[in-house]
């Protein structure tokens, strides 16, 4: 470990996440795979206490996964320094830009020193990565893991063309005839996920919204009984998803069509993962047919 001035061990690794979600799974990997080494980390994001966030850091930590907003806060009120940071991580880069993550971001660089390593992985590559990847990195080595909006081979995909009056029934009788025991259900807004969650839960199928109204906690809780198999479906928005790593999930409905195909992408590519096989189905109403 580094030390600071003042003797603490200083924060090496910086690594920045747009939703809490993906920054507490970060970490949680960050030390499963650091298990056998000396290395502390922590989580800091918002909508919880700064307190316990500032007696965590006062003992000294190495690699920091943080939410931008969080950490300027932090920054701001100089109870974190970050003028020993080695290597620079900022994960999810698109979806950064999405939420509007992009002045913070330059903020937080500015606070960081010229010499390190930076680090930038986006699902996407559009012309503002790009943009961003200039201003953000030197000479970078580029690593691209699939072409451009590419789809997973294993990843089954069907259509139903269905009326939109009819889509909930519907989706209700696959999982029903199919025994599905475990879906990820995506939806256009926070209002069409508790709607058709609650309509699962009423037939029977125990179900949960996931979306950026719901409590941090709230959130956290949906997700541990997604995977631990107690919820049967779980209904998100796409905002929400981004974050949802689950090793064997087997399928993946869309509700609603997005209408950017990278979104798509996304969302199908939930399952299939490591390895596995998926399968993907698409409700496609009328007025959805051009996307």
Not at 263 to 288: F, P, Q
């Amino acid at each position: 470990s580094k030390r600071d001035a003042r003797g603490r061990i200083a924060i090496r690794t910086l690594i920045l996440t747009p939703t809490r979600e993906l920054a507490a799974q970060v970490e949680e990997s960050v030390r499963t795979y650091g298990k056998h080494l000396p290395l502390t980390s922590m989580v800091m994001f918002g909508g919880v206490g700064m307190q316990p966030q500032i007696d965590r850091l006062r003992k000294g930590v190495d690699i920091l996964v943080a939410t931008p907003g969080r950490l300027l806060d932090h920054h701001g009120q100089r109870t974190l320094d970050l003028s020993h940071v080695e290597i620079f991580v900022l994960d999810e880069a698109d979806r950064m830009l999405d939420m509007g993550f992009i002045h913070d971001i330059k903020k937080v660089l500015a606070y960081l020193p010229a010499k390190k390593q930076s680090l930038l992985f986006s699902a996407t590559f559009s012309d503002e990565i790009r943009d961003l990847a200039a201003t953000l990195l030197k000479n970078p080595q580029s690593v691209q893991v699939t072409p451009r909006n590419t789809t997973v081979q294993r990843i089954t995909q069907t259509i139903h063309p269905v009326g939109r009056g009819k889509k909930k029934a519907m989706l209700a009788h696959i999982i029903n005839e199919h025994n599905w025991s475990q879906v990820l259900v995506f939806t256009r807004t926070k209002f069409g996920a508790n709607k058709v969650a609650d309509f699962l839960d009423a037939q029977g199928i125990k179900a949960m919204a996931l979306h950026g109204n719901k409590s941090q906690s709230a959130r956290t809780q949906a997700l541990a009984d997604f995977k631990s198999g107690e919820l049967r479906a779980l209904v998100a928005t796409d905002i929400a998803a981004r974050g949802i790593d689950i090793d064997e999930l087997p399928h993946v409905v869309n509700y609603e069509i997005p209408n950017v195909c990278e979104d798509y992408v996304h969302r199908i590519g939930r399952t299939g993962r490591a390895g596995k096989s998926g399968e993907a189905v698409n409700l496609v109403s009328l007025d959805e047919e051009g996307f």
